[in-house]
């Protein structure tokens, strides 16, 4: 499945549906293909928890060249079970901020550390670099896929979908009830779950530059 946008509460649906039906199939693992600029944290906590207690393999994949994974993606990416990038894309920056504009100091810092404590119990879990996750946080650090990979926020760097499948077959992963599940995708058949006609016209609505147009021809 593909997630390319904001992160809103409709690819909060989105995902979440994917999950339940990769587990009804009993599927070797579910594959997000993530391009996203950021998004709202509450969308992002729903996303976050799905991942974390999926009962199949979830592979985020910041595909193709010249995607990013920023803000809100930081956390959507660590959480996932493999987490991965293809060359020419970039993680990081996921300093929290209001849509409303600019808040005070008070609000700023409580923000910051939730935001900060949040991805350091998502790195924690998954084993990854907490240190460089909270300063994507805090410092509003980005990675290029290289810079990732050695510093372990990502698993690993794939060509494409075909390469990315070949590297994590035999891969070990700790499922949300402790047990360890083996990822057999070498000869896996790819099924592409899709947004519905009704989900895709909410996500373009709720695009920040849509919506503003929206408001505005509302006012008038």
Not at 104 to 115: E, L, Q
Not at 182 to 198: D, G, L, P, W
């Amino acid at each position: 499945m593909k997630v390319d946008g904001a992160i809103n509460p409709v690819s909060a649906s989105f995902i979440k549906e994917g999950i339940a039906k990769a587990s009804s199939q009993r599927a070797e693992c579910l594959l997000i293909e993530l391009n996203t600029p950021g998004g709202l944290l509450k969308s992002t906590r729903a996303i976050v928890s799905d991942i974390l207690e999926s009962p199949v393999p979830v592979i985020v994949y910041i595909s193709p060249a010249g995607s990013q994974s920023g803000s809100a993606g930081v956390f959507i990416t660590l959480a996932a079970h493999i987490a991965a990038m293809t060359p020419g894309t970039n993680i990081g920056a996921a300093h929290p901020v209001l849509l409303q504009g600019q808040m005070d100091s008070i609000m700023s810092v409580k923000v910051t550390n939730d935001a900060a404590a949040f991805i350091r119990s998502i790195a924690e879990k998954r084993n990854r670099n907490i240190e460089w996750a909270e300063n994507a946080v805090r410092k509003s650090f980005s990675y290029s896929e290289t810079e990732a990979l050695k510093d372990s926020a990502i698993d690993l760097v794939a060509l494409n979908v075909q390469d990315l499948l070949k590297q994590v077959d035999g891969r070990p992963v700790t499922l949300f009830n402790g047990s360890t599940k083996i990822i057999h995708t070498k000869s896996a058949a790819i099924e592409v779950y899709r947004m519905n006609f009704f989900q895709q016209f909410l996500q373009i609505i709720s695009d920040p530059s849509v919506a503003y147009i929206l408001l505005m021809l509302g006012f008038f």
